[in-house]
């Protein structure tokens, strides 16, 4: 069984930062690919960006190109999203989710495990 936690989220004011941190347990972390999702109220769950097992493979959204980065830290077990420039817009609960891959996933059907959800609200 994997079990993933999510951290970092919290109130910021436009063009603020937060970092999200996604912390994995159980079965082994470093083989597997890792996505961060996001859903606004009365919204469907979006894919905002992944990374693959090596970290050498990063996707993202085009509304947080440029702005988002995602890293990982495979001695740590630990998936980052960094969260530059924020804007309303990017108000959601953030999730991450761990596939059975190494490979860069962006779809949320391809994801097996997920956290429970850290809440970010940019206020404008």
């Known amino acids: 069984q994997v079990q993933l936690e999510e951290s970092g989220g919290g109130l910021v004011q436009a063009g603020g930062s937060l970092r999200l941190s996604c912390a994995v347990s159980?079965?082994?972390?470093?083989?597997?690919?890792v996505g961060w999702f996001r859903q606004a109220p009365g919204k469907e769950r979006e894919f905002v960006s992944a990374?693959?097992?090596?970290?050498?493979?990063?996707g993202y959204v085009d509304s947080v190109k440029g702005r988002f980065t995602i890293s990982r830290d495979n001695a740590k077990n630990t998936v980052f999203l960094q969260m530059n420039s924020l804007k309303p817009e990017d108000t959601a609960v953030y999730y991450c989710a761990q596939a059975y891959s190494s490979r860069l996933l962006m779809l949320a059907w391809e994801y097996n495990y997920w956290g429970q959800g850290t809440q970010v609200t940019v206020s404008s």
């Open positions: 990374i693959n097992w090596s970290g050498d493979s990063t």
């Open positions: 159980g079965r082994t972390f470093s083989t597997y690919a």
